[in-house]
Protein backbone atom coordinates (compact mmCIF):
# COMPACT_ATOMS: atom_id res chain seq x y z
CA UNK A 1 0.00 0.00 0.00
CA UNK A 2 0.72 3.56 -0.06
CA UNK A 3 2.96 5.32 2.40
CA UNK A 4 2.20 8.18 4.21
CA UNK A 5 4.85 9.59 6.59
CA UNK A 6 3.87 12.13 9.69
CA UNK A 7 6.24 14.45 11.30
CA UNK A 8 6.68 14.60 14.37
CA UNK A 9 5.57 11.15 15.94
CA UNK A 10 5.45 13.18 19.36
CA UNK A 11 5.49 16.69 20.91
CA UNK A 12 5.64 18.02 24.13
CA UNK A 13 4.83 21.68 24.54
CA UNK A 14 4.22 24.21 27.01
CA UNK A 15 0.78 26.12 27.02
CA UNK A 16 0.43 28.82 24.77
CA UNK A 17 2.58 27.90 22.14
CA UNK A 18 2.03 26.73 18.82
CA UNK A 19 2.85 22.97 16.90
CA UNK A 20 2.80 22.29 13.37
CA UNK A 21 2.49 18.63 12.07
CA UNK A 22 3.12 17.68 8.64
CA UNK A 23 1.78 14.79 7.04
CA UNK A 24 3.34 13.57 3.56
CA UNK A 25 2.73 11.10 0.90
CA UNK A 26 5.98 9.42 0.18
CA UNK A 27 5.06 7.67 -2.89
CA UNK A 28 1.97 9.08 -4.63
CA UNK A 29 0.49 12.29 -5.16
CA UNK A 30 -2.22 13.38 -2.42
CA UNK A 31 -5.12 16.10 -4.12
CA UNK A 32 -6.95 15.60 -0.64
CA UNK A 33 -5.87 14.35 2.34
CA UNK A 34 -7.77 14.10 5.74
CA UNK A 35 -6.68 14.88 9.57
CA UNK A 36 -8.53 13.10 12.57
CA UNK A 37 -8.47 13.48 16.37
CA UNK A 38 -8.34 10.44 18.63
CA UNK A 39 -8.79 10.25 22.31
CA UNK A 40 -7.31 7.18 23.99
CA UNK A 41 -9.81 4.11 23.63
CA UNK A 42 -12.08 5.77 21.28
CA UNK A 43 -12.27 5.73 17.55
CA UNK A 44 -10.82 8.50 14.96
CA UNK A 45 -13.13 12.23 14.77
CA UNK A 46 -12.77 13.88 11.53
CA UNK A 47 -11.59 17.36 12.13
CA UNK A 48 -11.30 18.65 8.16
CA UNK A 49 -10.57 18.13 5.08
CA UNK A 50 -7.71 19.36 3.07
CA UNK A 51 -7.56 19.99 -0.78
CA UNK A 52 -4.24 20.87 -2.73
CA UNK A 53 -4.08 24.24 -3.13
CA UNK A 54 -7.56 25.68 -1.33
CA UNK A 55 -8.86 26.34 2.03
CA UNK A 56 -9.75 23.45 4.29
CA UNK A 57 -13.14 22.16 5.10
CA UNK A 58 -13.55 22.03 8.68
CA UNK A 59 -16.02 19.47 10.69
CA UNK A 60 -19.14 21.37 12.56
CA UNK A 61 -17.39 22.16 15.96
CA UNK A 62 -13.54 22.37 14.93
CA UNK A 63 -12.20 25.89 15.33
CA UNK A 64 -10.55 26.33 12.12
CA UNK A 65 -8.53 29.52 13.93
CA UNK A 66 -6.91 26.91 16.08
CA UNK A 67 -6.09 24.32 13.71
CA UNK A 68 -4.80 25.62 10.89
CA UNK A 69 -4.50 23.02 8.00
CA UNK A 70 -2.27 24.46 4.68
CA UNK A 71 -2.14 21.80 1.79
CA UNK A 72 0.44 23.23 -0.39
CA UNK A 73 1.64 20.56 -2.50
CA UNK A 74 0.35 17.13 -3.39
CA UNK A 75 2.66 16.03 -0.80
CA UNK A 76 2.41 17.88 1.68
CA UNK A 77 0.03 18.90 4.39
CA UNK A 78 0.42 21.02 7.56
CA UNK A 79 -1.61 21.11 10.59
CA UNK A 80 -1.15 24.01 12.39
CA UNK A 81 -2.12 23.64 16.46
CA UNK A 82 -2.26 27.51 17.32
CA UNK A 83 -2.06 28.32 21.41
CA UNK A 84 -2.24 25.13 22.36
CA UNK A 85 -4.00 24.06 25.54
CA UNK A 86 -3.72 21.05 27.57
CA UNK A 87 -7.19 19.86 26.40
CA UNK A 88 -5.58 19.70 22.60
CA UNK A 89 -3.61 16.68 23.93
CA UNK A 90 -4.66 14.16 21.52
CA UNK A 91 -3.45 11.68 18.67
CA UNK A 92 -3.52 13.34 15.61
CA UNK A 93 -3.38 11.05 12.64
CA UNK A 94 -3.54 11.95 9.14
CA UNK A 95 -4.49 10.19 5.79
CA UNK A 96 -4.15 10.59 2.41
CA UNK A 97 -6.31 9.70 -0.46
CA UNK A 98 -5.34 7.73 -3.25
CA UNK A 99 -6.82 6.65 -6.59
CA UNK A 100 -6.17 3.10 -7.48
CA UNK A 101 -7.34 1.40 -10.78
CA UNK A 102 -8.01 -1.69 -8.34
CA UNK A 103 -10.64 -2.61 -6.44
CA UNK A 104 -10.62 -0.40 -3.99
CA UNK A 105 -10.81 2.40 -5.78
CA UNK A 106 -10.53 5.52 -3.64
CA UNK A 107 -8.62 4.34 -0.40
CA UNK A 108 -7.29 6.32 2.64
CA UNK A 109 -3.36 5.80 3.67
CA UNK A 110 -2.60 6.99 7.21
CA UNK A 111 0.19 8.45 8.56
CA UNK A 112 1.85 6.56 11.79
CA UNK A 113 -0.10 9.80 13.95
CA UNK A 114 1.73 12.62 15.91
CA UNK A 115 1.19 12.15 19.84
CA UNK A 116 0.71 15.83 21.15
CA UNK A 117 0.93 16.66 25.00
CA UNK A 118 0.49 20.01 26.22
CA UNK A 119 1.99 20.89 29.50
CA UNK B 1 -27.95 7.57 13.28
CA UNK B 2 -24.90 5.66 13.43
CA UNK B 3 -23.31 5.15 10.31
CA UNK B 4 -20.97 2.27 11.49
CA UNK B 5 -21.47 0.39 14.61
CA UNK B 6 -19.40 -1.98 16.52
CA UNK B 7 -21.25 -3.65 19.39
CA UNK B 8 -17.72 -5.23 20.39
CA UNK B 9 -16.05 -3.26 22.10
CA UNK B 10 -13.45 -5.65 23.39
CA UNK B 11 -12.32 -9.78 22.07
CA UNK B 12 -10.37 -12.15 23.27
CA UNK B 13 -9.35 -15.21 21.19
CA UNK B 14 -7.02 -18.05 21.69
CA UNK B 15 -3.91 -18.41 19.53
CA UNK B 16 -4.91 -20.10 16.38
CA UNK B 17 -8.50 -20.11 16.71
CA UNK B 18 -10.64 -17.71 14.47
CA UNK B 19 -12.49 -14.88 15.67
CA UNK B 20 -15.13 -12.74 13.90
CA UNK B 21 -15.58 -8.91 14.62
CA UNK B 22 -18.49 -7.72 13.91
CA UNK B 23 -19.70 -4.42 11.83
CA UNK B 24 -22.82 -2.81 10.81
CA UNK B 25 -23.56 -0.06 8.25
CA UNK B 26 -26.13 2.69 7.81
CA UNK B 27 -26.48 4.08 4.40
CA UNK B 28 -29.04 4.99 1.41
CA UNK B 29 -26.66 4.70 -1.01
CA UNK B 30 -26.63 2.01 -3.92
CA UNK B 31 -23.06 2.32 -4.15
CA UNK B 32 -20.64 2.57 -1.17
CA UNK B 33 -17.35 0.94 0.29
CA UNK B 34 -16.08 -0.82 3.10
CA UNK B 35 -13.20 -0.87 4.88
CA UNK B 36 -11.37 -2.87 7.73
CA UNK B 37 -8.52 -0.83 9.58
CA UNK B 38 -6.31 -2.67 12.48
CA UNK B 39 -4.33 -0.02 14.81
CA UNK B 40 -1.94 -1.79 17.03
CA UNK B 41 -0.61 0.01 19.96
CA UNK B 42 1.63 2.22 18.07
CA UNK B 43 -1.04 4.32 16.68
CA UNK B 44 -0.61 3.65 12.93
CA UNK B 45 -3.80 2.80 11.13
CA UNK B 46 -2.85 0.21 9.08
CA UNK B 47 -5.32 -1.27 6.04
CA UNK B 48 -6.72 -4.50 6.28
CA UNK B 49 -9.18 -5.53 3.50
CA UNK B 50 -12.23 -3.67 1.32
CA UNK B 51 -15.65 -4.76 -0.05
CA UNK B 52 -17.24 -3.10 -2.91
CA UNK B 53 -21.11 -2.92 -2.93
CA UNK B 54 -21.33 -4.50 -5.57
CA UNK B 55 -18.95 -7.63 -5.01
CA UNK B 56 -20.46 -10.28 -5.16
CA UNK B 57 -17.82 -12.48 -3.54
CA UNK B 58 -16.84 -11.82 -0.15
CA UNK B 59 -13.38 -10.54 -0.05
CA UNK B 60 -10.08 -11.85 0.84
CA UNK B 61 -6.78 -11.16 2.06
CA UNK B 62 -4.84 -13.53 3.77
CA UNK B 63 -5.88 -14.67 6.86
CA UNK B 64 -8.79 -12.06 6.85
CA UNK B 65 -12.08 -12.40 5.16
CA UNK B 66 -14.95 -10.08 5.01
CA UNK B 67 -18.13 -11.91 5.51
CA UNK B 68 -20.18 -9.10 3.36
CA UNK B 69 -24.53 -9.50 3.94
CA UNK B 70 -25.73 -6.80 1.95
CA UNK B 71 -29.61 -7.43 3.04
CA UNK B 72 -28.23 -7.07 6.75
CA UNK B 73 -26.13 -4.52 6.17
CA UNK B 74 -23.48 -6.14 7.93
CA UNK B 75 -19.40 -6.58 7.08
CA UNK B 76 -18.13 -8.73 9.33
CA UNK B 77 -14.38 -8.73 9.67
CA UNK B 78 -12.90 -12.87 9.93
CA UNK B 79 -9.51 -13.38 11.21
CA UNK B 80 -8.33 -16.82 10.81
CA UNK B 81 -5.76 -18.39 12.92
CA UNK B 82 -5.09 -15.54 15.17
CA UNK B 83 -1.53 -14.51 15.84
CA UNK B 84 -0.23 -12.74 19.39
CA UNK B 85 0.37 -10.21 16.37
CA UNK B 86 -2.92 -9.62 15.78
CA UNK B 87 -3.79 -8.44 18.96
CA UNK B 88 -4.83 -4.12 18.17
CA UNK B 89 -8.18 -2.45 17.86
CA UNK B 90 -10.05 -2.89 14.83
CA UNK B 91 -12.42 -0.30 13.23
CA UNK B 92 -14.70 -0.39 10.24
CA UNK B 93 -15.33 2.13 8.16
CA UNK B 94 -17.57 2.97 4.92
CA UNK B 95 -17.36 5.62 2.12
CA UNK B 96 -20.12 6.17 0.88
CA UNK B 97 -19.64 5.99 -3.42
CA UNK B 98 -18.37 3.37 -4.45
CA UNK B 99 -15.10 4.07 -6.18
CA UNK B 100 -14.54 7.99 -5.12
CA UNK B 101 -16.19 9.96 -2.48
CA UNK B 102 -15.26 12.43 0.39
CA UNK B 103 -14.84 11.43 4.30
CA UNK B 104 -14.53 7.99 5.34
CA UNK B 105 -17.35 7.32 8.44
CA UNK B 106 -15.06 5.08 11.04
CA UNK B 107 -16.60 2.86 14.02
CA UNK B 108 -15.95 3.40 17.19
CA UNK B 109 -13.53 -0.01 17.54
CA UNK B 110 -13.23 -3.35 19.01
CA UNK B 111 -9.76 -4.23 20.96
CA UNK B 112 -8.45 -7.45 20.19
CA UNK B 113 -6.52 -9.89 22.26
CA UNK B 114 -4.91 -12.55 21.39
CA UNK B 115 -4.46 -14.89 24.41
CA UNK B 116 -1.51 -17.24 24.27
Known amino acids: GAVVSQHPSWVICKSGTSVKIECRSL??????MFWYRQFPKQSLMLMAT?????????EQGVEKDKFLINHASLTLSTLTVTSAHPEDSSFYIC???????????????FGPGTRLTVL | AQKITQTQPGMFVQEKEAVTLDCTYD???????LFWYKQPSSGEMIFLIY??????QNATEGRYSLNFQKARKSANLVISASQLGDSAMYFC?????????????FGTGTSLTVIP
Open chain 2, 27 to 33: TSDQSYG
Open chain 1, 95 to 109: SAREWSSGRAGDTQY
Open chain 2, 93 to 105: AMREGLVTGNQFY
Open chain 1, 27 to 32: DFQATT
Open chain 1, 50 to 58: SNEGSKATY
Open chain 2, 51 to 56: QGSYDE
